[in-house]
């Protein structure tokens, strides 16, 4: 997903999330299957344009997710399965990225070697 869809699914779920803090005491799990959703989209499109280019884009976009979640709440974020966006340095002999997938449970790694 590019840059451009990533900021509007994140502008789309801001408001979503906005809403839902709004009336929350009387309807608290309003919105939140389609919040997790766009926040798992949001996370998994981070690390991939961070692996592709590592621009300012990226990082912005990285920043973006992490306060989203934070306004969905710790705990709840959690339970959804959405963790934190964090992507290890690239260092000039190996490439890491760790990306886990919470609806099957399982975690990919993708590795490469610059030679």
Known sequence: ??????TSLATSTLS???E???L???HPTLHLQQISTNLHK???GVLILQHASNDEAAEGLRLHYERLRSMLGEEEAEKVGLHPCV????TEDVCLISCQHTRSGATVTSTSTRT
Do not use: N
């Open 20 to 22: 839902r803090q709004r």
């Open 42 to 44: 949001i996370r998994e």
């Open 1 to 6: 997903m590019s840059a451009g869809k990533l």
């Open 16 to 18: 979503l999330l906005l």
């Open 24 to 26: 929350q005491a009387s």
């Open 87 to 90: 992507v290890p340095p690239v």
